[in-house]
């Protein structure tokens, strides 16, 4: 009975182990080889694991002012520890006018002493428009606890008062987020930036809703949104209406910028009664 006692439990340490547990935040150094814009840069995951699918995004930057944002799939091979990574598009991105992003595949493996957990393995890839391929390279990623990139508002944005319009509290989820032209279409122009990363950039308000998403997690439980107004158009100031969608709950809200204030609503998860 012992001996069975002590099989069962070394069956089931066995499963556990290889069953590892790698959702949440990588972080490690990128390289590539000669011909790149970015020789070496830092690269952080947001992963996400379900069963042996793969989903999350990751974050390609030198520093706060020059970075890629892409969205990610693949598969995990959970018998290998073995991580094959494909981005499927560019979300964002702020880098100079003369490089383009990559668009990469990444095979990786899972390594551990006990102390220290890290993905290692290759990349290839193609530039966005699929017409170069990028030079291939190296990766070295280590789990962290939480996200390590922000990037930086741009000056002019930054410049400018933040005007609060509202503080919404919601469950953990997506909301989304369906900006309008308020009152007469007069060339009103926006961007809106979520936690400083751009999620409008440069969109001229209609009666069709310019719309964005935002995600309120555990990880990441409040989000403050900035709508900058990229000109006045022809009626100042610029102003917008958004309707916003939480789960079961509604807003509607008027923004407005000016040459001395952005608009700023901001979102806080609230653990459900």
């Known amino acids: 009975m012992r001996r069975l006692t002590g099989l069962l439990l070394f069956l089931t340490l066995s499963i556990c182990s ?12 990128l390289i590539m080889e000669p011909g790149g814009c970015f020789p070496v840069y830092n690269i952080e995951f947001q992963l996400q694991i379900n069963s042996d ?15 890629v944002k892409e969205i990610f799939e693949g598969v995990y091979d959970t ?19 003369d490089c383009v992003p990559c668009i990469k595949k990444y095979q990786l493996t899972f390594h551990t002493d006990g102390k220290e957990e890290q993905l290692r393995g290759n990349w290839s890839g193609k530039t966005m428009d699929g017409k170069t391929t990028c030079p291939p390279g190296t990766i070295i990623m280590t789990r962290i606890n939480k996200p390590a990139f922000r990037p930086e508002l741009p000056a002019n944005v930054a410049s400018k008062k933040m005007d609060l319009v509202k503080e919404i509290f919601v469950d953990t989820g997506t909301i989304r ?22 999620i409008v950039s440069r ?16 990880d990441e439980q409040m989000q403050e949104l900035v709508m900058f107004g990229e000109n ?6 610029n102003t917008a209406l958004m309707i916003v969608d939480a789960n079961d709950k509604r807003y509607q809200l008027f923004m407005s910028s000016d040459d001395k204030k952005n608009a700023m609503v901001r979102f806080i998860y609230q653990k459900p009664k």
């Open 232 to 237: 006045l158009g022809t009626i100042p100031p």
């Open 79 to 97: 018998a290998n520890k073995v991580l094959t990574i494909e981005e499927q598009r560019v979300s964002v991105f702020r880098i100079p006018a």
């Open 203 to 218: 969109k001229l308000l209609s009666t069709k809703p310019v719309t964005a998403y935002v995600r309120i997690t555990l």
């Open 53 to 67: 699918k793969i989903s999350g995004n990751s974050y390609h930057y030198s520093d706060t002012s020059n970075y």
């Open 177 to 198: 987020l369906d900006f309008y032209d308020n009152g007469q279409i007069d060339g009103d122009t926006i961007s809106v930036y979520a936690n400083n990363f751009p």
């Open 18 to 29: 290889d069953a590892q547990d790698m959702n949440g935040f990588w972080k490690g150094r």
